[in-house]
């Protein structure tokens, strides 16, 4: 590992030690295969990613990242509670989603560094794994079509959740629209 990359863990990671997973493989297994973006690959497949995961404990009240920070690797709840937020107008944080056991989220950092576009808070006593984008990059070059089908998930992923947000776009289009009208009705009354 290059001190530069070591250097960026160790900052990202508030200056604890990442370990390799080494002795606990099955239950690394368990949890990339009970996640989404990996329920469809072989068992050799999930040891080869198995060998890129790196694990973290937090604490409650901890942060993973926060927004606008550049984004370096993807994470997994292993065990615990994760709130994802954003900073509201009045400067409180609005939560947006909770993340439990199995659950992924930081997924466009593996693609490439933007900023955070949300902050990650411990809310239990937690345990992550995290795959980061160097990686990544290095396993494309050694196993290419792993790699490369590990890619194909980000970008399916992303298109989900792009959908998702349209949806709910246009959702909430109509409601204002429908809250446009009702005022119309009231001040013309």
Same mark, same amino acid.
């Given at each position: 590992?290059?001190?530069?990359?070591?250097?960026?863990?160790?900052?990202?990671?508030?200056?604890?030690?990442?370990?390799?997973?080494?002795?606990?493989?099955?239950?690394?297994?368990?949890?990339?295969?009970?996640?989404?973006?990996?329920?469809?690959?072989?068992?050799?497949?999930?040891?080869?990613?198995?060998?890129?995961?790196?694990?973290?404990?937090?604490?409650?009240?901890?942060?993973?990242?926060?927004?606008?920070?550049?984004?370096?690797?993807?994470?997994?709840?292993?065990?615990?509670?994760?709130?994802?937020?954003?900073?509201?107008?009045?400067?409180?944080?609005?939560?947006?989603?909770?993340?439990?056991?199995?659950? @992924?989220?930081?997924?466009?950092?593996?693609?490439?560094?933007?900023?955070?576009?949300?902050?990650?808070?411990?809310?239990?006593? @937690?345990?992550?794994?995290?795959?980061?984008?160097?990686?990544?990059?290095?396993?494309?070059?050694?196993?290419?079509?792993?790699?490369?089908?590990?890619?194909?998930?980000?970008?399916?992923?992303?298109?989900?959740?792009?959908?998702?947000?349209?949806?709910?776009?246009?959702?909430?289009?109509?409601?204002?629209?429908?809250?446009?009208?009702?005022?119309?009705?009231?001040?013309?009354?």
């Amino acid at each position: 590992m290059s001190k530069a990359k070591r250097l960026f863990q160790d900052v990202l990671w508030d200056n604890k030690v990442l370990k390799i997973f080494a002795g606990s493989k099955s239950s690394v297994l368990d949890v990339l295969k009970s996640n989404p973006m990996f329920e469809d690959f072989s068992n050799s497949e999930l040891k080869a990613i198995a060998k890129i995961a790196y694990e973290r404990e937090y604490n409650p009240g901890e942060y993973v990242f926060l927004m606008g920070q550049p984004g370096a690797a993807m994470f997994i709840v292993f065990k615990g509670e994760i709130s994802i937020q954003r900073e509201g107008e009045n400067g409180s944080e609005i939560e947006l989603t909770k993340l439990k056991d199995g659950e @992924t989220f930081g997924e466009l950092a593996l693609l490439d560094d933007s900023p955070r576009s949300a902050t990650a808070y411990v809310l239990k006593p @937690t345990k992550l794994l995290a795959i980061f984008r160097e990686d990544l990059v290095n396993f494309l070059e050694v196993k290419p079509e792993l790699g490369g089908k590990i890619v194909k998930k980000l970008a399916v992923i992303t298109g989900y959740r792009l959908r998702m947000t349209n949806d709910l776009l246009i959702q909430k289009q109509a409601e204002l629209e429908k809250c446009r009208e009702e005022l119309l009705e009231i001040k013309n009354d």
